[in-house]
């Protein structure tokens, strides 16, 4: 048994019976699926298609009838055309990037802002977090959504928030031990990264520098990852998923036990499918996290598919909370990387290589982790006519590249042109990732 103290924000909703949590979602699910199909086309189409209307929708249980939704919805609907409510209602975009060059965007109304909030807030107070704390944001404040989630659930609570967004490590930590910052928000990576930089700087965790705990997330990590961080800070590292489609960072925290994301069961329904039939599988077994909104107004999402694999569990938590809990996310069913917190989609190198005279589109990307920062390579194949070029028209193809890449992905990658016939072929599915981060 734990004998952690406990907070939580919201107990009435974040400790139910899981009876009356069924009843809240059969309701809110019935009110969401009205106002999808009133109010977005595509979605009525589909629904139409599959023979159900709104009124085939009951309770949870009738959930698996209803049509997925995935990512290329997003891009193909984009920007406005999955709103369920008017243009007007949206006080926000926030965005991610999609599987194609064009970032993926999501609308929210006043009362979304406030839903995502609540859930952030939520998330910090599982981490130990008050109004007393001094919070540190140093997630990317800017159309991804790290940084405004973190800033809205510290807000929320009162706590005295620096938004400092990511980089400047130096600035940073100067901030940390100046204010005497006690929670920090940032992907994982830039934890350790803080956490080394702190020990070369010659800081003590516990005397300059006040951290208790940190809420991470926006990328994969491990067990591993956690006790390192946890040792470098001297802090509780807990965990922390979300997706900008859904709401953002706060769909699912960890509490103090860190032993699985505990979800927001009453904003959202979560699924796990077999992802080759669409079946649900039951609690306890692996497969992909399918999410439901029932609480969005702006732009609710009905059963999206989110690619990422992880399992479910109702099992009793010691923190008190009722909200079922996913374990870390172990893989994705697609082939979207997360470098730098960036989602990556091969598919956009390959968009940027097709449209560039004097290479093939052979390539491969390799993806490795320097000093706690991601790195990204991509080998692309010159033709035969560029191989035999001047050194000066290669150096430029080789540079458009580079700056391609930048715009269209939005991070920087190192470009190396290789021979011709280089790049390994492949009879079956081409293998055009290599990520050494795995090993
Ligand atoms: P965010 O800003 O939260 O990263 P994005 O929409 O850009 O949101 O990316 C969402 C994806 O990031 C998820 O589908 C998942 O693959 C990954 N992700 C987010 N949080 C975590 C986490 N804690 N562990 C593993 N993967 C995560
Ligand atoms: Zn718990």
Redesign the pocket.
């Known amino acids: 048994m734990s004998k952690r103290e406990h907070l939580i924000y919201d107990p009435e909703h974040e400790c139910m019976s899981r009876d009356q949590l069924l009843a809240l979602q059969s309701v809110r699910l019935v009110e969401t699926v009205k106002r999808e199909y009133e109010n977005v086309p595509m979605y009525r189409a589909r629904m139409d298609e599959k023979g159900i209307t709104p009124d085939d929708i009951r309770s949870v249980e009738d959930l698996k009838l209803l049509p997925f939704m995935e990512k290329t919805d997003l891009r193909d609907y984009y920007p406005f055309q999955l709103l369920a409510s008017q243009k007007s209602e949206i006080v926000r975009i926030q965005g991610?990037?999609g599987t194609t060059g064009k970032p993926i965007v999501a609308g929210y109304t006043r009362n979304d802002v406030n839903v995502w909030s609540n859930m952030m807030a939520r998330t910090l107070t599982a981490a130990g977090c008050t109004r007393d704390d001094i919070v540190q944001v140093a997630?990317g404040l800017g159309l991804?959504?790290?940084g405004f989630?973190a800033y809205q659930g510290a807000d929320r609570l009162g706590a005295m928030v620096v938004p400092m967004s990511s980089g400047n490590t130096q600035r940073q930590i100067m901030m940390m031990k100046d204010l005497g910052v006690t929670l920090l928000c940032c992907t994982p990576s830039y934890a350790a990264y803080l956490g080394e930089t702190i020990h070369e700087m010659g800081l003590v965790p516990g005397k300059d520098i006040h951290l208790k705990a940190g809420c991470?997330?926006?990328?994969?990590?491990t067990e591993a990852m956690r006790v390192r961080i946890e040792a470098l800070l001297g802090i509780d590292a807990c965990?922390?998923?979300?997706?900008?489609?859904i709401a953002?960072?706060g769909v699912a925290f960890e509490c103090l036990e860190k032993h699985g994301?505990h979800i927001n069961e009453d904003h959202v329904i979560a699924e796990i499918i077999d992802p080759a039939t669409g079946e649900p599988l039951p609690y306890g077994q692996s497969g992909e996290l399918v999410f439901t909104t029932i609480t969005k107004t702006g732009m609710p999402m009905l059963r999206y598919r989110?690619?990422?694999i992880c399992s479910l569990t109702v099992e009793k938590c010691a923190c008190g909370r009722t909200l079922a809990r996913m374990s870390?996310?172990t893989g994705?069913t697609d082939d979207?990387l997360?470098i730098r917190?960036?989602?990556v989609f091969p598919s956009q190198i390959e968009t940027v290589l097709v449209g560039t005279q004097g290479v093939a589109p052979h390539y491969m990307l390799i993806v490795d982790r320097v000093n706690d920062s991601d790195t990204l390579e991509v080998q692309v194949e010159m033709t035969e006519d560029m191989f035999s070029d001047t050194v000066s028209h290669i150096e430029a193809v080789h540079k458009h590249i580079a700056d391609q890449i930048k715009s269209v992905v939005g991070i920087s990658a190192k470009v190396t042109l290789v021979a011709p016939k280089s790049v390994p072929r492949s009879e079956g599915k081409a293998k055009r990732v290599i990520d050494k981060r795995k090993l």
């Open positions: 991610s990037s997630y991804f959504t790290g989630g991470f997330g926006a990328e994969p990590w965990d922390i998923y979300g997706l900008t489609e953002g960072p994301m989110t690619h990422d870390r996310i994705r979207m997360i917190g960036v989602n």
